[in-house]
């Protein structure tokens, strides 16, 4: 059966090459567990037990790939953004491809795609980027708004219902000014947006 997975859990399940090796795995046997499919690598480096990997849906295969990217990176540093920040946020990606793990282009970054890893030229508030679990992603207003630019209606739709739940909805009921309010604030920034010749958001 399939499951969603929490940041928390998904760090506990991502296992770095040391870790395996220090199982008792040799190098060769790792590379053999790679290939007979025992064990899943996520990136270059970093592994995950394929039967945890079978049992996860999209979302929690891409948060896995998204923590190894922000493990792996200097100090943590990397800025996640589109599906990646949808997932760090535990939004839906329904029927849309995570082939990247995307990320904010930092100063000293020279390419655009380069393992695995799509880096993005974003202007940017100070307010669009915040720190969830000890990653820094775009806002989840900022992610709905960016996810409404590029996936398909239907996706962008379950992206913000999603959103509009977690900021507006308390067991099980909708706080209904809460909700007026976020629904306002984002049809200001998407109208923005509009202006500047990029209508879908608003749509």
Known sequence: MRKSVTIEEARRLLLARSDVLARGVSERELRAMVDNGSIVRVRRGWYVDSAEWEQLWTEGRHLMKVLAVHRESAGGGAAFCF?????????????????????????????????????????????????????????????????????????????????????????????????????????????????????????
Do not use: F, M
């Not at 709905?144 to 099980?172: F, G, N």
């Open 83 to 203: 599906a990646s920040a949808a997932v760090i946020h535990g939004l839906p990606l329904y029927r849309t491809s995570t082939t990247y793990v995307h990320a904010v282009l930092g100063p000293t970054s020279r390419s655009r795609v380069k393992w695995g890893v799509a880096r993005h030229d974003l202007t940017l508030r100070e307010s669009d980027l915040v720190e969830v679990e000890g990653i820094r992603c775009t806002s989840l207003e900022r992610t709905v708004l960016d996810l409404a630019s590029r996936l398909t209606p239907e996706a962008a739709i379950a992206v913000a219902d999603a959103a509009l739940r977690r900021i507006a909805v308390r067991r099980h009921e909708q706080d209904h000014i809460a909700a007026a309010e976020w629904r306002d604030e984002l049809g200001r920034r998407a109208q923005a947006l509009s202006n500047r010749g990029i209508v879908r958001p608003e749509r």
